[in-house]
């Protein structure tokens, strides 16, 4: 159902961001992180739309969140239909001395500010730029044996 007036929608947009997210604690080139109003156990992400980062760590976090990469991610609990919202949890400074000597190839954007600690160990809290097609490029034309379903 469409509003009929411009400014409800945007006055509807800005109750609701109100209402959920808390203080500004972040913002980069794409984003802004915000405390979550009601669980200060978690961050909302709001993404520009203009490079997708928000997606990007979502479809990160649920294709690594069960292998030995998922450790390095902070979790993902949510993501908005277009991807311009997303949920995670919020991480705590990692303390000087405790940072990884080394961490998965797929991080590129690596700062002290993209990590912290989450249930004792370290992880990245902002994955949205990655190196995952870059790694994958050698290997994706590689050919394989086809077994293909009810088909000899």
């Not at 980062?53 to 450790?71: A, H, L, M, Y």
Request: glycine fraction near 8%.
């Amino acid at each position: 159902m469409e509003l009929e007036t411009p400014w409800l929608q945007k006055d509807a947009a800005e109750d609701l961001l109100n209402l959920v997210t808390g203080t500004q604690i972040g913002w980069g080139q794409y984003r802004r992180v915000y405390e979550h109003a009601f669980d200060k156990k978690l961050v909302i992400k709001q993404d520009s739309g203009q490079n997708f980062s928000n997606i990007n760590e979502w479809q990160v976090w649920n294709e690594f969140k069960d292998g030995p990469v998922g450790k390095w991610l902070a979790p993902v609990l949510f993501c908005s239909a277009r991807g311009l919202w997303i949920v995670m949890a919020k991480t705590r400074p990692i303390p000087i001395g405790k940072f990884p000597k080394r961490i998965p190839a797929l991080f590129t954007d690596i700062k002290p500010d993209n990590w912290g600690m989450y249930r004792g160990r370290p992880v990245c809290h902002d994955y949205g730029n990655h190196t995952v097609f870059t790694l994958a490029r050698p290997h994706a034309a590689k050919l394989k044996a086809a077994h293909w379903e009810h088909h000899a």
